[in-house]
């Protein structure tokens, strides 16, 4: 008899323990987790590869837009090794061979300043004068000043500063370096005749004329490329050689018949009327607002032309402050007393000054007085020190009062640093 499939009897099957506990899903579980770590391990392996190819030594910037797109820009950051002799400091000789140089404004730039600066010229134990690549001038009794900041002498730092800014004029010789007036031995003391000093004073005048614009006036002459910064004219005497070097030109510029001119929009702390007193050895005029206020200027020149030497047609108008010195100590010169000025904190008040010297020995001091002034009262004290206060356009620092008080020792005048200070208005040079 035939049994049908439906009627078969199919024996049952006895399950391991292996099978009872899911043996067969753990196989499969481990077996997935192996392939995925190959995976990984491949994409590990081929990304290392790859960074192998590029600097190990650079990094990048974000990918961002920009100028570098999707691709970031590197950067190169390799160390150099240290070495023991490169990274010792070696301190620097500071020397100068003039021991007898006073003010003048850097390197401390060409200064400085401004150096006027700009500075810029040695000093006592001067620090001489740094900024930039270093340098310096020291020794002796010059006037420099330093310390890594920019140079700092009596004619200002280099740079932007917070005083009056200074450019310095060869009148010798064109813009393009060619002479104007070649100095001959045997001519007169300084290697010049009459008539080319004049030719001096001609060029002075047309300063005046143009209100004090001397980038205007003086376009065809030779201009150092350094702008100084000077808080105050406060200048002892000194060989007239200190005005190019502290401009950075005294290899090319001899020291005679140049123009300092200080130029720049101040404010007075006060509502007042002001004046300027001071005078110079040779040159010294102050305009305000486009007017003569002061003509300081040494007048005592000998020669034919003698008429053609003065600066300027001003005459002192106002009366001088009695008790106070009649001459400055350090120089040669009397003090002049300016024309009465009308400023105030809200107003800005154009002033240009303008320094020169026809050889030899120079000296400069400026000064200001105000009617409010305690000594202008009947049984007033006199200022302190017994001159009155320097003329300042921004607070001077401890570096520059230091200078500035070393420089006057020798004659016994300190300069009165603690009267009113003028604050900047627009101020700019005018190129």
């Known amino acids: 008899m035939s049994v049908t499939p439906s009627d078969e009897v199919v024996p049952s099957r006895r399950r391991t323990l ?25 994409l590990i392996i081929s990304v290392t590869k790859e960074s192998a190819k590029k600097d190990p030594d650079s990094f ?47 390197d401390v730039p060409t200064v400085a300043m401004s150096s006027l600066n700009a500075g810029v010229m040695g000093g006592g134990t001067s620090k001489g004068f740094g900024g930039g690549a270093g340098g310096g001038m020291g020794g002796g009794l010059g ?14 730092g280099r740079g932007a500063g917070n005083g009056l800014i200074g450019e310095f004029w060869d009148i010798k010789r064109a813009k393009d370096h060619k002479p104007i007036i070649t100095l001959k031995p045997g001519v007169s003391t300084y ?8 030719d001096y004073f001609r060029a002075i005048r047309k300063v005046i004329s143009a209100k004090g614009d001397a980038t205007l006036a003086l376009e065809k002459y030779f201009h150092a ?21 502290a401009f950075g030109v005294e290899k090319e510029v001899a020291p005679v018949l140049w123009l300092g001119v200080y130029r720049g929009r101040i404010r007075a702390p006060f509502a007042d009327q002001f004046r300027f007193v001071g005078g110079c050895d040779n040159v010294l005029l102050v305009i305000a607002n486009g007017k003569v206020v002061l003509d300081g200027s040494l007048k005592h020149m000998p020669g034919d032309s003698v008429k053609n030497y003065y600066a300027a047609d001003w005459k002192q108008t106002t009366e001088p402050l009695s008790g106070l ?40 001091f400026v000064t200001i007085d105000y009617k409010t002034a305690p000594w202008h009262k009947k049984g007033g004290a006199l200022p302190a020190g017994g001159y009155l206060p320097l003329f300042l356009v921004g607070k001077p620092d401890a570096e520059l009062r230091e200078l500035m008080e070393k420089a006057g020792a020798p004659a016994g005048v300190k300069p009165f640093l603690d009267g009113p200070i003028f604050t900047p208005g627009l101020r700019g040079v005018r190129r």
């Open 325 to 364: 010195p009649a001459r400055a100590p350090t120089n040669n010169f009397n003090f002049v007393y300016g024309d009465w000025v009308r400023m105030d904190p809200s107003t800005d008040t154009d002033i240009t000054i303008i320094l020169g010297e026809s050889g030899g020995a120079y000296g400069a």
């Open 143 to 156: 006037v420099g000043v330093g310390a890594g900041k920019n140079f700092v002498s009596l004619f200002g």
């Open 191 to 198: 290697g010049y005749t009459d008539d080319e000093i004049s």
């Open 60 to 106: 990048s910037t974000g990918s961002g837009g920009g100028a570098a797109g999707e691709k970031a820009k590197q950067f190169q950051t390799r160390l150099q090794p240290k070495n023991p002799k490169t990274t010792a400091k070696t301190p620097a000789r500071i020397t100068t061979k003039n021991a007898s140089a006073t003010i003048a404004l850097p």
């Open 18 to 42: 292996w099978q009872r506990l899911g043996g067969e899903g753990f196989i499969v579980s481990v077996t997935i987790h192996v392939l995925l770590v190959l995976i990984a391990a491949f």
């Open 225 to 245: 490329d350094a702008v100084l910064s000077a808080n105050g004219i406060f200048q002892p005497t000194m060989n007239a050689a200190e005005a190019p070097k």
